[in-house]
């Protein structure tokens, strides 16, 4: 039978179970990517695991998360990672070259290649056809030892894109579109494949932008064929050598279908709070705007920012309008000031930013109160930006730079023609900020700032649980929700015990009190729970804070692999409906919590005089981590036995 591009790919990795869906499946992975705020923690765990030099083809530590030093805290963060980078044969791409999905891109994806980032956009790899993963630090630490990756093999997905985008309308309207059709839960479980004529149409970087915001489906990952378009763009990185085709079979099966006519798709926005909130520009109507920003992973490449530099050329920024830019990379940053474009920028108006996310993780500009921002990012998660009234709108580069010049919420249809941009033949090559691995690993000396803390180390599973529910959440809750980021908390992503007093700071502020009251207890979530980041500190802070399981109606993906590496039990209800018979402050047990586990059948739930059964659905694998108190004992259990 044929098979599609992504079944290929995890063919050819396979070193562990059988694709049949559902069940999981270990991959053998050819890259790993860790960003610093996901990094730091990802590395205390591989240092833990005793590796000398990474086994994987390459392994690249990023510096884009937390670039604002406004004290010793990220500096000495970076210090770290860098060291640790330089003695584990790790390359390590310094603050300011640019955010870790657009110059892996750039710089070292391949298609064919598995890649794993503790980052949830790593998908953004898919672009080239390479099969990218966003995973839990731990994950990526394993991977970076050789280990394999487990996923529980995924449904496939086609998304047939037919007629080419009208003017003005962009990749990210595709997305958006995508987001409208299946929801920020609709992803989960499955692989989304882009196919049709319409896909010949679309640059590396349009493909990338469609491919990073998969991460909002809750998508297992996404992925576009590799064909003429990926060559050009690789050879024009210099780096043509990398270069193979891929396409499905004509015969390959999918389990679900859409089309897209591209001819027909119009420019879209995502209002608050929900990438899926999606609407047409023409149904918002002339919303007055108070900032844009333009950037992050989904939109910063070379190619967006010569639209807006072309939308912005001789003409000024609204008055009462504040227009951030970050270009991507340093590579498109450099293009952008020797062809003139970045002049044209400066001249309208624009605050330009360096190349790191800033923004979009609430790194500095917050907007006013009530503000109104559009941003050509991926998550408008309420509170994200740092003001917890703002309403974001999610956007292309197109309608951000044509909002920022009238002042409200426009339709860059408007605009009148649009200009036309070609993709360069060569792109700027300077890896100077790209530094290699040690020559001689043992001279180098891993440097270690006060503000890195340990982390904490679950228990093995007891025979029986009884505790308090310490909050009970409602459908969606992002790991934004479980722990907040931005410029005040994402310095202390290397120390748990301080960032634990900010758990679900904007949901229960009187939760992280709670839990040291109770010494934890269990969390009872909707569905969904856990949706967005790959920040595996949504698990370990809970785990600090003494939670044993979380009780909700569906995880994603991520947050539930992470929950398992920390030894939190994750557990679904086998009946929906008894949600709505547990409440705050309830007593809860699990009689036969280990028993039941280590049989993978049902646990049984005690609430008050109700009893109830929960499902565990984990694999044999994650089974042993959960018994052990978590992965890291469960490997080292592994080892001795
Ligand atoms: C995000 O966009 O939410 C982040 C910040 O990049 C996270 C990682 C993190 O929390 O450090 C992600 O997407 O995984
Ligand atoms: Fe950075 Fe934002 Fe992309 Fe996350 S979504 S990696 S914060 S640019």
Known sequence: MGMTIAEKILKAHLVDGEMVQGQEIGLRIDQTLTQDATGTMAYLQFEAMGVDQVKTERSVAYIDHNTLQSGFENADDHKYIGSVARKHGIYYSKAGNGICHQVHLERFGAPGKTLI????????????????????GLDVAVAMGGGAYYIPMPKMVRVTLTGRLQPWVAAKDIILEVLRLMTVKGGVGRIV???????????VPERATITNMGAELGATTSIFPSDEVTKSFLEAQGRGDVYIPLASDPDAKYDEEYT??????????????????????????????????????????????????????????HPEVSLTIS???????????????????????????????????????????????????????????GTQDAKIYLVSPETAAASALTGVLTDPRTLGEMPEIEMPAHFDINDSMIIPPAEHPEEVEVQRGPNIKAFPLGEALPDQYTGQIVLKTEDNITTDHILPAGSKLLPYRSNIPYYSNYCFIHVDPKFPARCQEQGGGVIVGGSNYGQGSSREHAALVPLYLGVRAVLAKSFARIHKANL????????????????DAVK??????????????????????????????A???????????????????????????
């Not at 002049?343 to 979009?360: N, T």
Request: hydrophobic fraction near 40%; proline fraction near 5%; charged fraction near 20%.
């Open 260 to 317: 897209i006519d591209l001819n027909r798709l119009e420019p879209l926005a995502a209002a608050p709070h929900m990438p899926d909130h999606v609407a047409g520009i023409s149904e918002l109507g002339e919303i007055k705007v108070n900032q844009c920003c333009i950037g992050s992973c989904t939109n910063s490449s070379y190619y967006d920012m010569m639209k807006v530099a072309a939308i912005l050329k001789g003409k000024h920024v």
């Open 564 to 579: 398992v590496n920390a030894g939190i039990v994750p557990l679904t209800f086998a009946d929906p409906a008894d949600y």
């Open 117 to 136: 980032g503790s980052d949830s956009h790593t998908p953004t790899g898919g672009g080239i056809g390479m099969l990218a993963f966003g995973a839990g």
């Open 615 to 641: 499902d565990c659905e984990v694999s044999d694998r994650q089974r042993g981590a959960l018994l052990a108190g978590g992965t890291l004992n469960y490997a080292k259990q592994q080892s001795k036995a």
């Open 193 to 203: 494949e882009y196919a049709g004529e319409g896909v010949l149409t679309l640059s």
């Open 327 to 385: 270009p991507g990379s340093m590579q498109v940053f450099h293009m952008l000031a020797k062809n003139g474009a970045l002049s044209d920028i400066i001249a309208a108006g624009a605050r330009i930013l360096e190349c790191a996310c800033g923004p979009c993780i609430g790194m500095g500009q917050s907007p006013e109160s009530a503000g109104v921002s559009l941003r050509t990012f991926n998550r408008n998660f309420e509170g994200r930006s």
């Open 584 to 613: 705050l402050s309830d007593k809860i047990s699990f009689p036969r919590l280990k028993a039941e586990i280590s049989a993978g059948g049902q646990v049984t739930v005690q609430v008050g005089s109700k009893k109830f059964m």
